[in-house]
């Protein structure tokens, strides 16, 4: 399977920017750091071995120097010149890492060794030794497994092979090669040392590369958040702006339709108010002039809506005075009684005592309640409940805003939906227009206030405001 088609990175192709990065720095900088500590210690133990071999002949030469002569070589007789070597390998044996050593001829003939068995036998097929008779010093770390190591004890098999091309006084001509067996104890040491050392500098670089790497494409990233929804936001307030054009024009175009009718409504409901009022004061006069007085606050009420649509689109700075909520609630739950008895619905006030007052407009927020009521109806199937509740609460507790909630049965808003539901004219009901919840929300927030749809604890929608109470306020009872 081809590594793009792996899960791992279909995963990674949808993660974050830091999230990539992360792991592809994590995986590119691993790499690297281990192909740093291989090289690196490589390098340093070939330096380490290479300079452990050189002194080690360098050693042998000397001692070999002050014990034995050119003629030593040489000599036929063996005999004779034996007690030297023997002398020289006591000596040698003083340093701990050197054990023994065999001493060979230019022409790769054993001449001396503890091992007697070993004397006069030719091992010519030996690779290191014909390198050690081209002059080289060298080293064999490779187990004991060669010809001439038939008769090695057991207790060798790990020591290292240095083979040390000895030369005449003159230096120009090749006397032998002397083969020592070291202890490779305090080379593997040293090995393992530099081996650690290169580790955790290798490791700790990598480390502190990655975290600085990863901070500035961290911070990079917000920054590239930031933008994106700093441009998001404009271009949600341009549609904003785009919209709020077209219910300008519409909401003129209707003001214009529907206003003169209106003020000639209101006109003749006050002439026969008028009239009623010069009448013999009958019941049916007063029930009468009741019923007149109902049309004008209507009237009213309606050209009230009708320039809060036109403050809609060009909105009016508010004119907050301080407001009891809790009559203010109870004068919208009235005005929308005969809309409740139509759709079935039962409406349940649970308003808090002692309630403080608010700071707002009180057309704004009238306007609001009025939307934010006559939508919860609307989702409430019949025989269901709405309930406004209002009470005093502070993230401190000090009580300085006053919550105002509405709750309804329904079958509630997704999750998905919750933030659209107040955008201009987005609706999900067959026959809505989506502008109430818009122009609450705009009533609200002009006021100081903040809304916020959750869920019931039981079923439907609960929407709640919150809005700062009057600085200079006085409790007011409950309304009953």
């Known amino acids: 399977m081809k590594l793009w088609n792996t899960p791992i990175t279909s995963l990674l192709a949808n993660a974050s920017l830091t999230v990539r990065f992360a792991v592809n720095s994590f995986i590119c900088i691993g790499i690297m750091t281990s192909a740093l500590w291989f090289m690196v210690s490589n390098y340093l133990i070939n330096q380490i071995v290479e300079r452990e071999w050189q002194t080690t002949a360098q050693i042998v030469r000397t001692d070999v120097r002050t ?17 030297k070597f023997v002398a020289l390998l006591e000596h040698m044996r003083l340093s701990p890492d050197i054990v023994r050593f065999k001493v060979y001829n230019p022409k790769g003939i054993v001449i001396w060794s503890d091992d007697k068995r070993l004397v006069g036998k030719s091992f010519i097929d030996n690779p290191q030794l014909q390198r050690a008779l081209r002059g080289q010093v060298v080293a064999d770390m490779s187990s004991l497994e060669k010809h001439e190591n038939i008769f090695e004890p057991k207790s060798l098999s790990g020591a290292v092979e240095v083979y040390v091309p000895i030369y005449s006084e003159s230096g120009r001509e090749l006397l032998g090669v002397f083969e020592t067996y070291r202890r490779p104890d ?38 590239i958040d930031e933008q994106q929804e700093n441009l998001l936001k404009i271009q949600s307030e341009l549609v904003a702006s785009q919209r709020m054009a077209a219910v300008g024009e519409m909401a003129a175009a209707v003001a214009h339709g529907i206003g003169n009718p209106l003020s000639s409504i209101r006109a003749a409901a006050q002439v026969a108010m008028l009239d009623t009022a010069a009448g013999d004061g009958s019941a049916k006069n007063q029930k009468m002039t009741e019923n007149l007085q109902d049309i004008v606050q209507q009237v009213d009420r309606m050209q009230r809506r009708m320039q809060a649509l036109l403050n809609f689109a060009k909105p009016l700075e508010p004119r907050p005075v301080p407001i009891e909520i809790n009559s203010l609630v109870c004068d919208v739950v009235e005005t929308c009684r005969a809309r409740f008895s139509d759709a079935q619905v039962t409406t349940k006030l649970d308003l808090e005592a002692n309630l403080p007052s608010v700071t707002s407009d009180v057309n704004h927020l009238e306007q609001a309640l009025m939307g934010l009521i006559t939508n919860a109806v609307e989702a409430t199937p019949r025989g269901g409940i709405v309930t406004v509740r209002t009470r005093s609460c502070s993230p401190i507790g000090d009580g300085k805003i006053v919550e105002v909630s509405i709750e309804d049965t329904g079958e509630g808003i997704p999750i998905e939906n919750r933030q659209r539901v107040f955008e201009p004219f987005f609706t999900t009901k067959p026959h809505g227009t989506g502008i109430g919840l818009s122009l609450a929300k705009k009533f ?7 809304i916020v749809i959750s869920d019931c604890s039981s079923a439907g929608t609960k929407i709640a405001f919150t809005l700062p109470r009057d600085a200079g306020a006085t409790p007011t009872a409950k309304l009953q």
């Open 67 to 83: 014990f034995l002569e050119d003629y030593d070589f040489k000599a036929q007789d063996r005999k004779s010149v034996g007690h």
């Open 186 to 223: 305090s080379i593997f040491h040293a090995v393992r040392e530099a081996r650690a050392i290169v580790l955790f500098g290798a490791v700790g670089g990598g480390l502190l590369l990655y975290v600085s790497l990863f901070a500035i494409v961290r911070q990079a990233a917000r920054k």
């Open 444 to 450: 609200l927030e002009r006021n100081g206030a903040t």
